[in-house]
């Protein structure tokens, strides 16, 4: 329950499979995600884990690299960093209150906490959301159902588990950024959303791409126009700037004699290659174009089908800084008014309009909140196993070492 004067917001949500420890810390990480602008407030907690560990236990904890003093990993250590991060953008005091004792907040979150186990025992997977919420900050897209939904998967590639109990959602309209080190998953991620990989399957696993738990390959290809690494590396060479663009009509790596394209389709490549600038070299080949030149042809490959959802894969590797800033125009340009899922371990490339971070290593979502949360030097440092300074400027970010 969050009470700022006299306005009054309830949140409630749930896990499956959790400890008591876990959902009171996430109780209040939640409330303060939730909020958009600093605060001073009283936090109240019937939790003395929740209260003493983060006015008290927590500076030896960080003193120690995250140990306790025998030395152990501290636990719920992923839900400590977040709250620390969160705690230090606020100025917060630390009340307990004993719970079950007649307190009327303190009843009234028990009655929510019990909603909360209730929603996830129903729908038997994590859920976290307001019961009224009118202090959300930047979120336009808190209410829109998931365009992506993906729930509990495992994905193999040859002899390798990638994912085993995968769970990932995307919301119409979200800007979200999946960041991890190399061999987090992010490419077996991409490869899954374009059916180029498949789970296993298994009772419980889920997939449902716009609503729909089937849906045809073809029709999610338009639906999701994705520029990633491997078509880059894999593009023909011997293809020619129009025919990329109009690949994208058949999700092919060229063009070819059985496909046609109508007077509509080659008005469409046409409009691309003009937003995207490039109609003058409609005519070359993929092979004597420029990196940044290639990008941009992908890219309209990708726009042809006007799909709602973009998802983009490390997009300005390769590129000298001239292009890259360029091609960062043209995506921002694109990203009004869709759903886009960035996926990448370059920070520099996270425009300011992506607003959800999500931390993936070794095939696990370790966090998953907001970018001002979520971007310190500290969480990156934890993500990546390595001392890294982050820099912030204009909305951009620039990870140094040390
Ligand atoms: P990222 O894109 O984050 O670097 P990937 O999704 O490419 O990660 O890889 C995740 C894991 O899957 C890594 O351990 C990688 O070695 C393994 N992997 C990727 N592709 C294959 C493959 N074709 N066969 C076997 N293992 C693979």
């Known amino acids: ?119 996830a025992r129903r729908t038997g997977r994590s859920v976290d959301g307001p019961v009224h919420d009118p202090f959300k900050g930047s979120s336009n897209s808190a209410d829109s159902p998931p365009i992506l939904d993906i729930e509990h998967a495992t994905v193999y590639r040859g002899d390798t588990c990638v994912f085993s109990d995968f769970s990932f959602a995307l919301r119409a309209g979200e800007h979200a950024a999946i960041l991890g080190p190399n061999g987090a998953g992010k490419s077996t991620l991409l490869k899954l959303l374009s059916s180029e990989v498949h789970a296993m399957p298994k009772d419980e696993t889920r997939m449902v791409l716009f609503g729909e738990e089937r849906w045809n390959v073809w029709d999610v290809r338009k639906r999701i126009g994705i520029v990633s690494h491997d078509l880059h590396r894999d593009y023909l060479i011997c293809a020619e700037g129009l025919n990329v663009i109009l690949s994208g009509f058949y999700a092919s790596n060229d063009t070819y004699e059985y496909q046609e394209f ?87 490339e996270i425009p300011p309009e992506v607003d959800r971070v999500i931390f993936l290593k070794e095939g696990k979502i370790l966090a998953d909140g907001f970018k001002q949360t979520l971007l310190t030097s500290d969480q990156l440092s934890w993500l990546l196993d390595s001392k890294i300074t982050l820099l912030q400027a204009n909305g951009w970010y620039q990870a140094l070492p040390g």
Request: one cysteine or more; a neutral charge; proline letters at 3%.
């Open 262 to 348: 109508s007077k509509t389709q080659m008005t469409k490549a046409y409009e691309v290659m003009q937003e995207l600038g490039i109609v003058a070299l409609s005519g070359r080949r993929f092979g004597h174009l420029s990196t940044g030149e290639q990008r941009r042809f992908l890219l309209g490959r990708a726009l042809v089908h006007d799909p709602p959802v973009l998802v983009l894969d490390e997009p300005t590797s390769g590129l000298d800084l001239k292009a890259c800033f360029q091609y960062l125009d043209l995506l921002r340009a694109q990203m009004k008014g869709k759903t886009v899922l960035l996926v990448t371990h370059h920070l520099h």
């Open 1 to 119: 329950m969050l009470r700022i004067n006299d306005k009054e917001t309830e949140l409630c949500g749930g896990e499956p499979a959790t400890t008591n420890n876990r959902m009171e810390l996430l109780a209040v990480i939640e409330a303060l995600q939730s909020l958009a602008q600093p605060v001073e407030a009283r936090v109240y907690t019937d939790s003395q884990y929740v209260q003493k560990g983060i006015s008290e236990w927590i500076h030896s904890w960080k003193q120690r690299g995250w140990k306790t003093a025998g030395k152990d990993s501290v636990k719920n250590e992923d839900l400590w960093r977040r709250l620390d991060a969160l705690a230090g953008k606020h100025t917060l005091e630390w009340h307990w209150v004993r719970g079950h004792n007649g307190h009327p907040e303190n009843e009234r979150a028990d009655a929510l906490a019990r909603a909360g186990l209730e929603q």
